[in-house]
Structures are given as C-alpha cells and as structure tokens.
C-alpha cells in the first residue's frame, strides 16, 4: 500500500530573514499582508533582516520607505548587495583599485565608500548592477576593460523585476549581455549566492534551523537560503514562479506571509 505523504511541519521560528521586492512591496506599493505580519512578528519579539538584490537604493532608502509603509525599521534590519560587493572587494583587493561601475548611484556610492576608485579607464573590475539608464557606450566598456583583464562582478542575476504594473528587466538581464559578449562567467553578489544571508545571520544573531528565509524568486531567494542551511518559504506575491527540476524546491509555498504560523 502507497505510503501517506506526510505533511511538513513548521520550525520553531526565533528569526527571519527576508527579500523585499516582489514579498513587501511591488515598486512603490506596499503588499498590505506582509506589512502587517512584519508588524506582528516585530510584536512577538522576532527580530528579521532584509537582503535586498536591487542595488538602486541604499540601505537608508529601504529603510525610509519602510517607514512609509508603516513598518518600523533601521538600516541594522537592511542588508543591500551594494555594500555587501564594497566589502567583498575589499577583501581581495586594496584600497584605491579602478572599478567601473554600471548601475545606479547607490551603487556607485557603497563601491566609493569601500576606498575603491570609480573609473572609466584602465579599470581591474567592472561591477554591474540595475541600470535604467544602460547605454551601448557603457557596455562597450565594460566588455572591452574585460577582454583586457577586468573581473566582472555582477550584484544579482535577476533577470525580472516586478513593478506595480507588471514586470521590468532586471540587473541580470544586462549582466548576461555582457558575460555573453565577453564570454566570462560572472561572479555574484546577492542571491542565489550566500553573502547577504551569512551577514544577515550575523546580525540575528539566529541559528539557521530557526531561521525562515523568504522570498518571491526560486533560482535567487530560495537558492539562497537552502544553501545557507535555512527553511526556505516562497511567497506567490511577486515573479511567477520558475518550473526548473534543478532547482532545489522551497521547504513551504504561501500565498500571504499571513499563512507562516508563528511556532516558537
């Protein structure tokens, strides 16, 4: 006789770490039900963290725009792949190195605050994030400094973007043109890859089997946490989700994140 398929059960949940395009908010609109089970989990003393892949805003932006929506936050709740590249160059690199920079001003901001140098000319990296304003001209730098040797470093591989309307194209879509026409394979900041959920952890200061990871992306935000060793829930409130059998599967699927029950 066929086994019953048994259903999962929730972890003990003492700390949250959490995407935010596409789970809070979609653009400049507010997900209501998020904001309200942030709200409540912050009342049940659950501290949480957010890592964002958009690299268009600093992590006071997010924070601000937090607020906005009613949520109180601080810059300690908001992991950017912005800064997270800053510092991760700088761990392999010395102050004052050339870096050409493709993205937006927060970007270029966190790689200044790194003591790198922003540069069109001789650069040794090319760091690519969300640029909606990407011109032919800046693609054409940053393919020739990489045939000339540069290391192309990419904030995210996000391919789609969700907007309150619909979708955009995202930092990964022109990432891929450029490791295309350079023939690299870029190396990655945010999700799938586990910098921002390690420095998130660190400052839950959580153990991983109590600690959610949630987003609306299969190849990025669930990667992510499976990965780093969390249970990983994806929420139906922002990309479609990805059919790849090799992708490793969420742990929980929710329509709201009002559906994750508050197990301590």
């Known amino acids: 006789m066929a086994e019953l398929a048994q259903t999962k059960i929730w972890p003990s949940i003492h700390g949250i770490v959490s995407d935010l395009d596409g789970v809070v908010y979609r653009g400049k609109t507010a997900i209501p039900d998020a904001i309200e089970a942030f709200k409540y989990w912050r009342s049940e003393g659950v501290p949480f963290c957010f890592v964002t892949n958009?690299?268009?805003?600093?992590?006071?932006d997010v924070v601000s725009k937090l607020i906005g929506f009613g949520l109180d936050a601080t810059i300690d709740n908001v992991v950017t792949s912005a800064v997270t590249a800053g510092r991760l160059i700088r761990k392999d690199y010395p102050e004052g190195t050339r870096v050409f920079v493709i993205g937006a001003p927060s970007l270029k901001k966190a790689i200044s605050d790194a003591s790198l140098e922003i540069t069109e000319k001789d650069p040794q990296?090319?760091?690519?994030?969300?640029?909606?304003?990407?011109t032919h001209e800046k693609l054409r730098i940053a393919v020739d400094a990489i045939l000339k040797g540069a290391v192309l470093i990419g904030t995210n591989p996000d391919r789609l973007l969700p907007t309150p309307t619909g979708f955009e194209p995202g930092a990964g879509a022109i990432l891929?043109?450029?490791?295309?026409?350079?023939?690299?394979?870029?190396?990655?900041?945010?999700?799938?890859?586990?910098?921002?959920?390690?420095?998130?952890?660190?400052?839950?200061?959580?153990?991983?089997v109590s600690t959610l990871m949630i987003g609306d992306q299969i190849p990025t935000d669930i990667q992510a946490g499976k990965r780093a060793g969390l249970c990983s829930?994806?929420?139906?409130?922002?990309?479609p989700p990805v059919n790849d059998p090799s992708l490793m599967p969420p742990d929980f699927t929710v329509s709201t994140l009002k559906e994750i029950p508050l197990t301590r």
Request: cysteine-free.
């Open 125 to 134: 990296i090319v760091v690519m994030g969300l640029d909606r304003e990407i």
């Open 54 to 60: 958009n690299s268009t805003h600093t992590a006071e």
């Open 233 to 239: 829930v994806l929420v139906t409130t922002g990309v």
């Open 176 to 208: 891929s043109a450029v490791a295309t026409a350079a023939r690299v394979t870029p190396i990655i900041v945010g999700k799938p890859e586990v910098h921002m959920i390690e420095a998130a952890l660190a400052r839950l200061g959580t153990e991983r």
